[in-house]
């Protein structure tokens, strides 16, 4: 059973020795247990937060235990009447191959692989797709007609964000990084819009693209950024706008992100509402119905980046934080 292990906390950027790859033994299941295999672990930014020992919503990553993580696994070997061999489970099994889950904890569900790939349910119809679904309705809340901007749109939360603001009506502008990312999020995802953040070194210049691209005004924006992109929107929303801050990953690796111009939620009246979409399990039930029939209906073709063998989690995951994946990044362990 390979691992990878939190080996030291980073100072400023992640760096591939904070990480340990070790081997152990596969582990035995006991009674009440599950012995699960994992196929696909999901890489998400939270994780960079967790590596910091600082005071957060999420305790730190322990020293020297393996990261956490979700995964989609199959049953292997089970001594819990709830599970058999061969089902396919999420749950929390963290940067390994194999781990042993209580039959009764909580985080363990059962997902039908035979319709949607398996991976699926650690993006689009997982946590970043009801992240998604909980800021834009339930913070962004736009009305038809409206204007949204979400940026990082290309990647596992933006791209949802941007399928959901489509099928209510509203006019939608991503930001992304690089002509090909743009391309996918109005090609692929029936964004609007999309604007090159690269092509836009300053803050004034991305606001004026995003103002071109939202001419009878910005309503809401949902967040997962920070930094430049920020001050850009804080500058050209519309007075009472909405911005649901989902993450600000452009600050995760050390790097200060300052606002430019605070002042301007005041003098715009704007409403900034931070989320962490762990406090709201209530979401899945209401956002997953509507997610697959997305799915189903072809109008949510998720990306992916995968990468192989646990041995290339670390620099995979390094890869998030500095914008080299490419829609919803995997690790794909068989
Ligand atoms: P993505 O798939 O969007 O991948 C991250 C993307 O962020 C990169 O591809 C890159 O896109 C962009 N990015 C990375 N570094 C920077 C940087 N320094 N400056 C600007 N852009 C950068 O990740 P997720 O969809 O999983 O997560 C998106 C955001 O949502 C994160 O901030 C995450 O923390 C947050 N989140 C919050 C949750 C909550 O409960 N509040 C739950 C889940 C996610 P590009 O190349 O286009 O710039």
């Known amino acids: 059973n390979r691992q990878i292990l939190l080996a030291r906390r980073p100072l400023g950027a992640v760096r591939l020795e904070d990480f340990q790859l070790v081997t152990g033994d596969t582990p035995a299941p006991a009674e009440g247990q599950v012995l699960v295999r994992h196929r696909w672990l999901s890489l998400d930014p939270y994780m960079r937060g967790r590596m910091d020992d600082v005071p957060s919503y999420a305790l730190p990553q322990p020293l020297g235990e393996v990261m956490l993580g979700a995964t989609v696994a199959e049953v292997v070997e089970s001594r819990h009447p709830r599970w058999a061999s061969g089902d396919t489970v999420l749950g929390m099994g963290g940067w390994q ?72 009506g509203l006019r939608v502008v991503g930001i992304a990084g690089g002509p090909e990312k743009c391309g996918y999020v109005t090609g692929e995802l029936g964004f609007d819009a999309c604007i090159d953040h690269r092509a836009h070194p300053d803050a004034r210049s991305l606001a ?64 900034v509402e931070g989320f962490v979409i762990s406090e709201h399990p209530e979401a899945w039930s209401e956002a997953l119905p509507e997610l697959h029939a997305l799915v189903a209906r072809g109008k949510l073709r998720p990306r992916e980046t995968v990468a192989h063998g646990i041995e290339a989690a670390p620099e995979a995951f390094l890869g998030l934080l500095q914008g080299r994946n490419f829609g919803k990044q995997l690790v794909q362990l068989d």
């Not at 949902?222 to 706008?241: K, T, Y």
Request: glycine share 14%; proline share 7%; hydrophobic share 45%.
């Open 97 to 168: 191959e194999w781990s042993v889950v209580a039959g009764d904890a909580p985080g363990l569900r059962q997902v039908d692989a035979t319709r949607v790939p398996a991976s699926t349910y650690l993006g689009a119809l997982g946590m970043p797709g009801v992240t998604a679904w909980w800021g834009l309705t339930r913070l962004v809340a736009a009305q038809p007609g409206q204007a949204v901007t979400v940026s990082a749109a290309s990647g596992a939360v933006g791209s949802v964000v941007g399928v959901l603001a489509k099928a209510r």
């Open 208 to 271: 004026a693209a995003l103002a071109q691209g939202c001419p009878g005004g910005i309503a809401g924006h949902f967040e997962n950024v920070g930094g430049r992109v920020l001050d850009a929107v804080l500058s050209c929303i519309q007075p009472h706008g909405r911005i649901a801050l989902c993450g600000m990953i452009a600050g995760y690796d050390g790097r200060p992100v300052p606002l430019a111009q605070p002042q301007l939620i005041l003098s715009k009246r704007l409403r």
